[in-house]
């Protein structure tokens, strides 16, 4: 994951620019300009296995999206991409690109091999500050996992951490929990 500033009002522009000559995935988060390459297989098959079980669990109202951008309330500059973000249905139909933080009923964040503490804690603090209700981070580095709640002033006030095999523990309108065991872990880094 790489990061570089670039002067206000232009960061849209150079964000959708990076991604058409790149085709890296751009975030901008905090004023930055975050890109992180194409998720290798672990990545992704970690995302299609939380994907694959949320889905049946999910309200007809709700559906899992990957490649969903959500907007930060009150600057159109800054937005994130997470790796999986359940939103209503009728996001089917939206010609927007950009989802309201607040009709996200959770947003999942697979943790990079190269992603820093540092990144990871701007992310969630972005999350927090933009008004996402849930939160869950997984780290196939460690097979760890973190489920981040009730946001208020920039931080998530409820936190639970657990390890794979432990199951995420969600509330309504989400499925009851998500199962862990089986996700897989990342290799040695080379």
């Given at each position: 994951m ?18 058409r ?35 049946p ?14 907007s ?26 950009l989802?309201?933080?607040h ?22 603090d972005?999350y ?5 209700a ?9 097979g760890?996992?973190t489920l ?43």
């Amino acid at each position: 994951m790489t990061a570089i500033t670039v002067r206000p009002g232009r960061l849209r522009d150079a964000a959708e620019e990076i991604e058409r000559s790149t085709g890296l995935r751009v975030q901008i988060i905090g004023g930055t300009l975050v890109m992180s390459p194409t998720p290798r297989g672990k990545h992704a098959g970690t995302v299609r296995r939380l994907r694959i079980q949320l889905e049946p669990g999910l309200p007809a109202d709700l559906g899992a999206y990957e490649v969903s951008s959500i907007s930060m309330p009150g600057n159109e500059e800054d937005y994130a991409t997470p790796d999986l973000i359940v939103l209503p249905v009728d996001w089917d139909e939206d010609d927007e690109w950009l989802a309201d933080p607040h009709d996200v009923a959770l947003a999942v964040e697979v943790i990079s091999n190269s992603e820093g503490v540092t990144s990871v804690a701007t992310k969630t603090d972005w999350y927090a500050t933009a008004g996402v209700a849930v939160l869950l981070a997984v780290d196939p580095r460690k097979g760890l996992w973190t489920l981040h709640t009730y946001p208020r002033d920039g931080a998530y006030q409820g936190v639970l951490r657990g390890k794979y095999g432990e199951p995420v523990p969600l509330s309504a309108p989400l499925p009851p929990e998500l199962r862990t065991d089986g996700l897989p872990l990342y290799g040695p880094r080379r």
